[in-house]
């Protein structure tokens, strides 16, 4: 190797324990190396890796293991786009999961650039009434240019926002342009201008701001609110005095949070450009926005899970609304968390983190209550609402029509006449769960899952929601060839056709993943039926983040599977669930009413949730787990693997169980999970729990590196999940 040539570690997105070597010219080996991205050949294709250091000289592998080193293809990057927090946060990830650190900085990266695409233009562009326009805009005629008039009135207004929530506004910009009375300009030019202004915060949600802002440095804050308390208010209010500071935002939504009405309400608030990330956009838009916040020109970036990875270079605030939710863990690839992950990031960042919720995970109040977060009560609803009375309703003996009950019936009925609107809950997309046979008892199963499938589109078709197959429903039992299939229990579908027969006056519409493939569409939805009466009937869709003025009751059936599950966290989220979906009933001027329906009225869960509230249950869910020595009082990790056969399956956790030790660490297994097969392939796990999440680090530190190394593990398709947090 000549003097012309440095050695470099590339970190590259596969499932590798450690990076790989390279050699690279001396001359693009320029410092600052680490965290740039490099394309470099492996086996007989290319890749894109990241650089792990500096290169570094190569003369200790000079002739002999140097010379089969390759050469890297191309620098793509002059400067790192991985550094700082972030990069040390993502070295520290890959180390707590156990995760090749390859894989762990693709992640974080927008898809584009993880393809190697060159750091976008991010330079936003937005439009303002010019003098001229203000002085105009009063004898505009009618029509689509003075409403666009009227929208930059109200504050200046970015292209990307526009595009979103305005589209065809180009054509009334140009129109008016050409008179001058509109302009184009930069955004980072502009000052915030809010378009609307705070309400009078209550006393609760003042010393929330308050306490909030008062911290100088890192701290997690749990803003613990009733649903309705108006937390979105605290966090606006906190937000824009960090943009006052001049620092940035984050702020992360569950998946189904992310609406246009919510980035609207920040956007006209704060009166900045919001940056939105989320699975919906396009590569592109999700690698300027990316850019923009590694950039320093977003300010205020919104967004699901894999927000948690966007470069803040500037941060000041971070806030993760509805804490709890289910969607913060990633369920394949890389399993983080994306609230554990930016807590760390705060810690390290030196900005406080408010993680907010009507019905706090466990975890999180164990911290709370334990001193390690600063915990912030909102205990009323926001302005005139009221909480809404919740009634358990026992349904044993009583006739059911499509699960519904007659004081269901009859509660619909009279909600309606008096001009309100009606939320049906039910947690089962599709017509009816099962397809039974009811001469010989044949049901429909799915062949490649242990799962029955699921009946849809009004009997017609089964759909396994496991692995995704389907087929027409058999025109007679498979087995005895009777004509007596019988659709089995309900579901959304069937539900909405029997209250659509029964309710023909008012609109009944059905809300979840079959009939609502976007966030938008679910708008529309709720647009279209507007303030009128009207029933929806929706799964967890509709459960959080909606605002509906006049739903003035909420009717839940059909949770009593929920409550006899083997999971350990199935009450803690059957719980939440309850709360957040009685969360939507008055939560205007309007009372509220929930009606639970269920065959176990005395069930505990219910009667303390009822009677004594969520904070109740969590105390005795948290006493329950605390002896039980389940989490938050012991740490998780999860071996999972699968393969067509059980057989290599059980070889494989069988090493692996062989190599763990026994030095703090609890092992259970191998045990089948919770569903034996799926999608053709049989799972099995290793469950290792310890008191300690110190120890169990350390024996994962250990184990994992081994884990790649047995031959076993050729034969099986394996991961490690650390803080699983379900086991399936
Ligand atoms: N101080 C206030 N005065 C009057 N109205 C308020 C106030 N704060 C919030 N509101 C209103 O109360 C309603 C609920 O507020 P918000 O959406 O912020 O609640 P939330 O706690 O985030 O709710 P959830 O967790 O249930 O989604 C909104 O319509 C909001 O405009
Ligand atoms: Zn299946």
């Known amino acids: 190797m000549s003097d012309a040539t440095r050695r470099v570690a590339v970190a590259l997105p596969r499932p590798l324990p450690t990076p790989f070597d390279y050699r690279l010219d001396a001359a693009a080996a320029t410092p600052p190396l680490r ?50 927090e972030l990069w040390s946060s993502l070295l520290w990830l890959a180390r707590y999961l156990h ?40 004898g505009l005629r009618a029509g689509a240019p003075r409403r666009f008039a009227e929208l ?72 613990d609110g009733v649903t309705g308390s108006g937390k979105t208010e605290v966090y606006l209010d906190a937000i824009a005095r960090t943009l006052a500071r001049g620092r940035q935002a984050l702020v992360l939504v569950p998946e189904i949070g992310l609406t246009p009405q919510m980035l609207e309400r920040f956007r006209s608030r ?8 989320h699975s919906g956009l396009g590569e592109s838009e999700r690698a300027r926005t990316w850019t923009a916040a590694l950039r320093g020109q977003a300010r205020v970036i919104v967004g699901t899970r894999s927000a948690a990875f966007v470069p803040l270079p500037e941060a000041g605030l971070i806030i993760v609304d509805e804490e709890h939710d289910g969607s913060y863990k990633q369920f394949d690839g890389i399993r983080y968390h994306a609230r554990d992950f930016v807590i760390v990031r705060a810690k390290a960042l030196g900005v406080p983190i408010v993680l907010g919720s009507a019905t706090p995970s466990l975890e999180t109040l164990h911290n709370a209550q334990a001193g390690r977060y600063t915990h912030l009560r909102l205990h009323h609803r926001a302005g005139a609402a009221q909480p809404p009375q919740v009634r358990v309703i026992d349904v044993r003996k009583r006739p ?21 609107q009606v939320l049906v809950f ?8 099962v397809l039974l046979c009811h001469d010989c008892g044949w049901s429909a199963q799915c062949k490649r899952c242990d799962s029955p499938m699921t009946v849809h589109g009004g009997g017609r078709r089964l759909v396994c929601h496991h692995c995704g197959a389907q087929q027409p429903t058999p025109p007679a039992c498979p087995q005895c060839a009777s004509l007596a299939l019988q659709p089995q229990g309900n579901g959304t579908e069937r539900i909405e056709e029997f209250l659509s027969q029964r309710f023909t006056q008012v ?72 709360v957040q979906v009685a969360g939507r009933a008055g939560r205007a001027d309007k009372p509220g009413t929930v009606l639970l329906q269920t065959h176990h009225p005395d069930h505990p869960l219910l009667q303390t949730l009822v009677t004594r509230g969520y904070h109740a249950f969590a105390e005795e869910e948290l006493a329950e787990r605390e002896a039980a020595i389940f989490p938050p009082f012991a740490h998780m990790a999860l071996l999972r693997a699968e393969a067509k056969d059980v057989e290599p399956v059980l070889q494989f956790l069988r090493a692996a169980k062989a190599r763990v030790g026994d030095v703090g660490v609890e092992v259970h297994g191998p045990l089948a999970a919770p569903m034996p097969r799926r999608a053709g392939y049989q799972r099995m796990q290793l469950i290792l729990s310890s008191p300690s999440r110190a120890a169990l680090q350390a024996r994962l530190d250990a184990w994992v590196p081994e884990l790649y190394r047995l031959p076993e593990a050729r034969r099986v398709r394996w991961s490690l999940d650390v803080d699983p947090v379900d086991l399936y």
């Open 270 to 277: 704060l009166g900045v450009p919001i940056h939105a990330l």
């Open 507 to 578: 609109p009944v519409l059905r809300i979840d993943r079959g009939s609502t493939q976007t966030r938008d569409g679910l708008q529309q939805h709720l647009d279209t039926l507007g303030a009128q009466p009207g029933i929806l009937i929706g799964t967890q869709m509709l459960a959080k983040g909606h605002d509906l003025p006049n739903l003035t009751l909420v009717v839940v059936v059909g949770i009593d599977e929920g409550l006899f599950s083997a999971d350990f966290r199935s009450g803690e989220k059957l719980a939440q669930l309850l």
């Open 152 to 223: 930059l009135a109200t504050g200046e207004r970015d292209e990307d926002g526009l595009d979103a929530q305005h589209p065809g506004w180009r054509t009334p910009a140009r129109t008016l342009a050409k008179r001058g009375l509109i302009e184009r300009v930069a955004m980072d030019a502009v000052s915030p201008s809010p378009a609307t202004s705070p309400p009078d915060l209550n006393d609760e949600q003042r010393a929330a701001a308050d306490a909030i802002s008062a911290h100088a440095g890192f701290g997690v804050l749990l803003l």
């Open 400 to 420: 059911l029509q499509s699960g519904l009950g007659p004081e269901a019936l009859a509660a619909i009925e009279a909600a309606l006449a008096a001009g309100g």
């Open 426 to 433: 039910r947690n089962r997309r599709g017509y009816a769960p």
């Open 99 to 138: 995760a090749p650190i390859g894989e762990v900085l693709a992640s974080a990266l927008p898809a584009a650039l993880r393809q190697g695409a060159a750091l976008p233009e991010t330079q936003a562009f937005g439009w303002r009434l010019t003098e001229a326009g203000h002085t105009a805009l009063p």
């Open 35 to 84: 965290g740039c991205r490099l394309r470099v050949p492996l086996g007989s294709s290319e890749i894109i890796g990241v650089a792990m250091d500096e290169a570094g000289d190569d003369t200790g592998a000079a002739g002999d293991g140097a010379t089969t080193l390759k050469s890297v293809l191309e620098r793509i990057d002059a400067t790192p786009i991985l550094h700082g």
